[in-house]
């Protein structure tokens, strides 16, 4: 079964679709797909580092093209989507191709508060030293995934299995929860 992470930043979706990589799942995480784009010395790539750096999204039909091309890509494998869709556009544009391509998915929703979420990220921009993780930007991140991803919950449930992780928990716990709630 296929997978879509959802949650706001910083609660440890990519990091929790990262230890699932031993379970024979493939990674399709926007962020990251995106980020390798911006290190591109070639027009797509200045224009994505510019979006990235600015702290606003990429549109939305690139983000479908590459997540397209990435499941044409691995067809033999279960994928986990992480950052795709991070709104009604996306969402619209999304779960038909994954309908078209007979693909079958649950959501795997990720909970944290947005100030647990915000500390998180400031650990994060430490850590990984991003240049994307700004306190403007984290707020505009927040923001962003309240009014625009955290509805989409409410239109995946009439399609498909909605699966609730408490993200507040460490690391190791969370992923205890992923393999219970998943059977793995």
């Known amino acids: 079964m296929?997978?879509?992470?959802?949650?706001?930043?910083?609660?440890?979706?990519?990091?929790?679709?990262?230890?699932?990589?031993?379970?024979?799942?493939?990674l399709f995480e926007t962020g990251a797909e995106l980020r390798s784009i911006a290190q591109e010395d070639s027009e797509l790539g200045k224009e994505v580092k510019s979006i990235i750096e600015s702290g606003n999204l990429v549109s939305d039909e690139l983000v479908c093209r590459l997540a397209a091309n990435f499941i044409d890509s691995n067809k033999k494998s279960f994928i986990i989507f992480d950052g795709i869709p991070r709104n009604q556009q996306q969402f619209d544009k999304v779960v038909p191709m994954l309908q078209s391509k007979n693909i079958e998915f649950k959501i795997l929703n990720f909970q944290l508060d947005s100030e647990t979420a915000k500390?998180?990220?400031?650990?994060?921009?430490?850590?990984?030293?991003?240049?994307?993780?700004?306190?403007?930007?984290?707020?505009?991140?927040?923001?962003i995934f309240l009014e625009s991803t955290k509805p989409l919950l409410k239109e995946f449930s009439k399609i498909t299995e909605v699966i609730n992780i408490d993200a507040s928990h460490s690391i190791e716990d969370v992923n205890i929860e992923v393999h219970n709630k998943l059977g793995l």
Do not use: C, W
Not at 2 to 26: P, R, V
Not at 121 to 143: F, L, Y
């Open 2 to 26: 296929h997978l879509i992470f959802l949650g706001i930043q910083g609660s440890g979706k990519g990091t929790q679709a990262k230890l699932l990589l031993d379970k024979g799942y493939k």
């Open 119 to 143: 500390k998180r990220m400031v650990k994060r921009a430490e850590i990984e030293n991003r240049t994307d993780d700004t306190p403007e930007i984290m707020e505009k991140r927040v923001s």
